[in-house]
């Protein structure tokens, strides 16, 4: 009987260590995983800092356009022809900012229980599902006369290259007319606002992302 009572005794704890030693296993297993997804999540996240910063760089030299322009405007100065150069980059809104979300989505398809942090957990997550959408709402502002705006262009302007400069030449096909269009005028006013109003959002959204960023490095370390 003690025997026997031994032997199951032994099984039992047999059992037990080998179900200790699977569970060790798998949260190693989800622990390397947790690792490599946040590492991935950290790469999308610089990745779009650069994009990020290199757009709002954008937005300042198009703004010197923008100003040119509405300077000449204001002043009533006559059409020259080195404003060609000028119009293309005063009409650009940058609204199509492309913002990656794979890292994140890499975590969704494996499940976000993955991530052990509660805190980080909802801090992606209120990132990716609530700020992330904010910006893309906002610079849909920029996508709603779309349409207008490249017909607007074609109709009046031929379009060229300068090899020299390498930017795109919007030639006016009536440049004595062409500063007194109602339209253009509006457009490039409005155009400039859009502009410092993105600007401020990816700002936001910067910062934003470079908290995200530190605390994701501050976990993987």
Do not use: C
Not at 75 to 88: G, P, R
């Amino acid at each position: 009987m003690i025997y026997a009572i031994g032997e199951i005794v032994l099984v039992v704890i047999g059992i037990l260590i080998a179900l200790s030693i699977n569970n060790w296993n798998e949260n190693k297993k989800d622990s390397v995983l947790e690792h490599e997804l946040l590492t991935n999540l950290v790469a999308t996240l610089e990745q779009n800092r650069s994009l990020i910063t290199s757009r709002i760089k954008s937005i300042n030299g198009y703004q010197e356009s923008g100003k040119l322009l509405i300077g000449v405007i204001e002043n009533k100065q006559a059409y020259h022809d080195s404003l060609k150069l000028y119009f293309h980059p005063a009409l650009m809104n940058t609204s199509r900012t492309e913002i990656s979300r794979l890292g994140y989505e890499s975590i969704k398809n494996a499940g976000l229980e993955i991530i052990q942090n509660d805190t980080l957990k909802q801090s992606i997550i209120v990132f990716f599902e609530e700020d992330l959408p904010g910006l893309f709402r906002s610079l849909s502002w920029g996508n709603i006369d779309l349409v207008d705006r490249e017909r607007f262009v074609t109709e009046n302007f031929r379009q060229g290259f300068d090899p020299i400069s390498k930017r795109v030449i919007l030639s006016p096909f009536n440049p004595n007319t062409i500063l007194h269009n109602n339209y253009l005028i509006g457009l490039i006013f409005k155009t400039h606002q859009q502009r410092e109003y993105f600007k401020m959002e990816m700002r936001m959204h910067l910062e934003e992302n470079n908290k995200l960023l530190e605390k994701l490095k501050n976990n993987l370390n």
